[in-house]
């Protein structure tokens, strides 16, 4: 993929406002492999008038003709899946049979949904003397991060474009060649000039300026809960739709009549994929105290098979956040059983799989978003304790609960204040409400709830 020197407005790349631009280094390698432009309001006032200028004629199209949009986008991203993966490798440094399986695959499938959504999607309802009409909100600004880059993408413009909204994309820093590569893909596709738009272009400039316009009508903002806090208020005060995905720090509850390996050994694995940076990763393994020490050995086992098998995280600055963290693991009295500060090699972002045991629920490892390869494993008394641990964080983005009895286990998933529970391991579902309970955010995403975020309602009584 060839960096554009330009921003996606209008169906067409046009040269930047100001000539700075931004590196694309790859994690692995420490290398520069490409520069995109770096924009500012002055890009942002070009992409919102054209999308606001594009939304009467896109929102006017037949639910059918934006099913076939979306089925076309799809195709082009299932024609370009190989390219996909290989961006999302050079520009995040995750290894490729994990950019191929992940990376290209689930967003693929998401645009297959939406695809679907649209065409079959009642944006109709009578309700007594009342028909309730399903609306698009208009101007969508949306706002992605780094760790799934294509994903967060096209878990946004997907149902944005299927309500018949139009929008606005302001990517990550670290991952813009992934969107130049979707911005392409939508041109291909046949989206309407105007309809999505893309400016590349670093948080607090080209991101704040989207957030604040007042063209946007809606800011569907994934990222940390420091920004969306800051987000939530801009959009609060100038009364606007937001919608927020923010951090995590879920818990794994291994009830004591799991399969013990089994759950350890998911647990593990579901941490260390793409190198810790999932904001739903269950970063908090919640073991009964009669097989802890059992689950501990099987923990340290399972991190260290996967060595040098992880890719590095995504950039010098996530390293040492990450780094710090394990610092203060050991500081406040965890006992490190796996990996550690040391890099497992000489060049790139690598951090050793880490595994912590002796974690109590105050620690800091416990409490805050780590967004690296690290677990913590933090030893119950009964079930009581462990809700009141699972549940004792500000977060509440996802979890899971393994128990010998699927009743069991989703009688305590009830009581855990958290968007998405995985009962013993149960398969990832695009169709599924992804968002968060507490501080890990506001709205929905993907399936038929992702879809209503960018509708609005108008009654009409007869
Ligand atoms: P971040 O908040 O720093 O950045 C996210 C996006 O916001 C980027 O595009 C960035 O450029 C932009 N941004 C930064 N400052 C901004 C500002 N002042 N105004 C407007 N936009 C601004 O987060 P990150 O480090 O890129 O991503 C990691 C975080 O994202 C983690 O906390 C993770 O949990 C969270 N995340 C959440 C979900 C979810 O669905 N809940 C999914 C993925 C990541």
Redesign the pocket.
Same mark, same amino acid.
């Given at each position: 993929m060839k960096a554009h020197d330009g921003m996606y407005i209008d169906g067409a790349w046009r040269p930047a406002a100001s000539g700075e631009g931004i590196d694309v280094v790859n994690p692995v390698d420490e290398q520069v492999i490409g520069r995109v432009p770096a924009g500012t309001a002055v890009d942002v006032d070009h992409a919102v008038p054209a999308a606001r200028a594009a939304f009467p004629a896109w929102a006017a199209t037949s639910p059918t003709e934006r099913a076939a949009r979306l089925a076309a986008l799809r195709d082009v991203l299932v024609a370009r899946k190989d390219e996909i993966a290989e961006t999302v490798t050079a520009e995040l440094g995750s290894p490729l049979p994990f950019s191929q399986n992940v990376h290209a695959a689930v967003p693929i499938a998401v645009a297959g949904s939406y695809a679907e959504l649209a065409g079959t999607y009642s944006f109709e309802e009578k309700a007594g003397n009342s028909t309730v009409y399903l609306e698009p909100v208009g101007v969508v600004g949306a706002?992605?991060?780094?760790?799934?880059p294509l994903h967060?993408i096209v878990?946004k413009v997907a149902p944005a474009l299927a309500a018949g909204c139009t929008v606005v994309l302001?990517? $990550?820093?670290?991952t813009p060649l992934t969107a130049q590569l979707f911005a392409e893909a939508v041109h291909e596709a046949g989206v309407p000039a105007g309809v999505f738009n893309l400016v590349t =272009?670093? =948080?607090? /400039? $080209? =991101?704040?300026?989207?957030?604040?316009h007042p063209g946007v009508d809606l800011v569907s903002? *994934?990222? &940390?809960?420091? /920004? #969306?806090r800051?987000?939530g208020a *801009?959009a609060g005060a100038a009364i606007k739709k937001v919608a927020?995905?923010? #951090? #995590?720090k879920s818990a794994n509850v291994i009830l004591p009549s799991a399969d013990l390996a089994k759950a350890v050994n998911v647990g593990v694995a579901n941490v260390m994929s793409n190198s810790g940076? *999932?904001? &739903?990763a269950w970063t908090r393994m919640l073991v009964h105290r009669d097989q802890y020490e059992e689950a501990v050995g099987l923990a340290a086992t399972a991190a260290a098979k996967y060595g040098d098998r992880i890719g590095p995280v /995504?950039n010098a600055k996530?390293r040492a956040r990450v780094l710090s963290y394990i610092d203060k693991g050991l500081a406040e009295g965890a006992r490190l059983v796996a990996g550690g500060t040391e890099s497992p090699h000489e060049q790139g972002y690598f951090i050793s799989p880490t595994v912590f045991a002796e974690v109590t629920p105050e620690m800091t490892i416990a409490q805050e978003?780590i967004?690296g390869p690290v677990l913590s494993i933090l030893r119950y008394e009964d079930e009581e304790d462990a809700l009141r641990i699972a549940n004792g964080t500000v977060y509440g983005?996802a979890g899971a609960v393994w128990a010998g009895d699927e009743t069991e286990a989703v009688a305590f998933a009830r009581r855990l204040e958290t968007g998405q529970v995985d009962i013993n391991g149960g398969r990832f579902n695009p169709l599924a409400p992804?968002?968060?309970y507490k501080q &890990? #955010?506001v709205g929905r995403?993907l399936g038929t709830h992702g879809l209503s975020e960018y509708l609005q309602t108008k009654s009409l009584q007869f």
């Open positions: 706002i992605t991060p780094w760790n799934y967060q878990a302001k990517p $990550a820093e670290d =272009g670093l =948080g607090p /400039v $080209a =991101g704040q300026a989207l957030a604040e903002f *994934t990222g &940390s809960t420091a /920004v #969306g800051q987000i *801009t927020l995905e923010l #951090g #995590g940076q *999932t904001c &739903s /995504v996530q978003e967004f983005l992804f968002g968060g &890990s #955010g995403e």
